[in-house]
């Protein structure tokens, strides 16, 4: 089990959810324009925590998409931030 949260596997993982947040919201906007079938805000915010912070804000702002709504434009800044925070608290103290 163990071999599977290496440095390599968790890029990986990183790099993929990013992408996927990144074009969910594309989609989304483009959906959104079109009237039809939307992705729920609570899963943009599951990707957000899941690791793609980085892929949500980079896809909200390429596609200006809910850039209005304040608990995109701080809450998803704010998890990635509150992410970042853990991990480098984690490799310091353990």
Same mark, same amino acid.
């Given at each position: 089990? *163990?071999?599977?949260? $290496?440095?390599?596997? #968790?890029? %990986?993982?990183? %790099?993929? +959810?990013? &992408? +996927?947040?990144?074009?969910?919201?594309? @989609?989304?906007?483009?959906?959104?324009?079109?009237? *039809?079938?939307?992705?729920?805000?609570?899963? /943009?915010?599951? @990707? $957000? &925590?899941?690791?793609?912070?980085?892929?949500? #804000?980079?896809?909200?702002?390429?596609?200006?998409?809910?850039?209005?709504?304040?608990?995109? $434009?701080?809450?998803?800044? *704010? +998890? /990635?931030? /509150?992410? #970042?925070? $853990? &991990? %480098?608290?984690?490799? &310091?103290?353990?």
């Amino acid at each position: 089990m *163990a071999d599977i949260f $290496t440095l390599k596997n #968790i890029i %990986i993982y990183l %790099i993929a +959810i990013n &992408v +996927i947040g990144f074009l969910a919201m594309g @989609i989304d906007k483009r959906k959104a324009q079109k009237g *039809a079938w939307r992705i729920k805000e609570s899963t /943009l915010f599951l @990707i $957000t &925590v899941l690791g793609g912070g980085l892929g949500t #804000i980079l896809g909200m702002y390429t596609f200006r998409h809910k850039t209005q709504k304040l608990a995109f $434009t701080i809450g998803m800044p *704010a +998890i /990635l931030i /509150l992410e #970042i925070a $853990t &991990v %480098i608290y984690f490799k &310091v103290f353990f």
